[in-house]
């Protein structure tokens, strides 16, 4: 997710930690270092602008508060600036029976955004349904279908037009939630309006969320003005967040808005969705991970705190080794997860060494079966001998049998790499995180 983003804004903040001295010659680098990120990332200059000239006020000539050094509060006042930048407030929706409407132009994910949302209040105990509006795309209703009997939602669809169908879930539904999925077009145009004013007026909705690609950068900002102008939205999802360089700019823009973030889109998949909360996200993309985001993930899938814990310390054997990652594939994609791990971003992980395929997993089950418990406990004492019998009594190869053993042998030492990451454990990046409850702490706690 805004790889380069993040890999800009890790070397600004390791660029401070190494700094011998602070001066105002030193604040100009860095505040440069910053803004060429940002607009990398498709910030609206003007917003760049106001960042550089409040981090430069804040820092050049400062006194540090008690118990930091200028080192310290440069850091610190340089990730509390980028946190206000991208939106301050966490966002999330309350926990009660409610009325939620999803508004957007043509291609802006809406209606996969009714399911992941439908399956985040499904997770949290209230019982959702979807509303099939979108009589606009052919395929909308048969997605959202799809979806509903993916995540077990009911989806209502009984009507030609958007209002009739609304009116009739209205009737109909005893979900605690009703998402409403509507119509998008090209642009805001008259008939848009119109559509979505009627329904508006029919759903008397609690939330009108807007749904906005990352990819349309700073053109976030006028689209959400202009969708609030309409029909006076209340919150933002921002999606496609992972398939973008220019999603810092679009979350800078919804972030002025007026309406605040509430959910991002990291994925395809239906737990491809997160809380959007500026902290922990600034957090995650210097590389201090998302620990309380993925114990979330864990718990939504099931896995509990203790499991949980367990997989990211990388403490298991070869015994337990299939079991924990088909619980971490629950999560999503590996990558996903370990990108979340704090210390993990600054490992050079081969892209997709972590995702495993489905028919290898199959295998690698046979495998561990066919296995004695003295091996699976200790695969060092697996030795050619042992290979041959493993793999005919798996019905796999010999080479499957030599990949697991490897894979095994790499991601834990990967996951403990991790653990003991370099940068986290000393210095004013360490002592930073700690403050503000982020890094390799929250791991050992």
């Not at 439908?118 to 209230?126: D, E, I, P, Y």
């Not at 909308?140 to 993916?150: C, M, P, S, V």
Request: with cysteine.
């Amino acid at each position: 997710m805004l790889d380069k983003f993040g890999d800009s804004l890790k070397k600004t903040f390791r660029k401070i930690a190494g700094l011998s001295s602070i001066d105002k010659e030193t604040v100009e680098l860095v505040v440069r270092d910053l803004q060429r990120a940002l607009l990398q990332a498709d910030v609206d200059v003007e917003l760049v602008a106001k960042l550089s000239d409040s981090i430069k006020e804040k820092v050049i000539d400062a006194k540090p508060p008690p118990g930091l050094t200028i080192k310290e509060y440069f850091i610190k006042t340089l990730y509390d600036e980028i946190v206000d930048f991208l939106g301050k407030e966490k966002g999330e929706l309350s926990l009660k029976p409610q009325k939620i409407l999803l508004i957007g132009l043509f291609g802006s994910g809406k209606t996969s955004t009714a399911g992941k949302l439908a399956k985040w209040f499904q997770s949290r105990g209230l019982k959702p349904g979807m509303v099939a509006c979108d009589t606009h795309r052919a395929a909308a209703q048969e997605q959202l279908r799809q979806l509903g009997k993916k995540a077990g939602v009911n989806v209502y669809d009984d009507g030609k037009k958007p209002e009739d169908i609304a009116k009739n879930a209205l009737k109909k539904a005893k979900e605690e939630v009703l998402i409403f999925d509507s119509a998008g077009r090209d642009a805001l145009d008259k008939e848009l309006a119109k559509e979505l004013k009627g329904m508006s007026k029919v759903i008397k909705p609690d939330e009108v969320i807007l749904v906005i690609p990352a990819d349309l950068g700073q053109a976030a900002r006028n689209q959400a003005e202009e969708f609030n102008k309409l029909v006076g939205i209340t919150g933002i999802i921002v999606t496609k967040l992972d398939g973008t360089a220019r999603g810092g700019g679009a979350l800078a823009a919804a972030s002025v808005s007026g309406a605040g973030i509430r959910f991002i889109g990291t994925g395809e998949g239906i737990g491809d969705f997160q809380t959007y909360d500026p902290k922990r996200f600034v957090g995650k993309l210097i590389g201090y991970g998302d620990i309380q985001g993925l114990l979330e993930k864990a718990k939504d899938v099931g896995i509990s705190p203790d499991e949980a814990k367990k997989i990211m310390e990388g403490e298991f054997t070869l015994n337990e080794f299939f079991s924990q990652i088909k619980s971490m594939q629950k999560m999503g994609s590996l990558s996903k997860v370990m990108e979340m791990i704090p210390g993990a971003s600054g490992l050079k992980i081969p892209k997709g060494f972590m995702d495993v395929q489905e028919g290898k997993m199959k295998r690698w089950e046979h495998i561990i079966k066919s296995m004695t418990p003295d091996e699976k406990k200790e695969p060092d004492v697996i030795k050619a001998a042992r290979i041959r019998r493993i793999a005919k009594g798996s019905g796999t190869s010999e080479s499957d049998v030599r990949g697991l053993i490897k894979h095994y042998k790499q991601v834990k030492k990967v996951i403990r790499m991790t653990k003991g990451g370099k940068g986290f454990k000393r210095g004013p990046l360490a002592r930073f995180a700690k403050q503000f409850g982020m890094g390799m702490e929250d791991m050992e706690s």
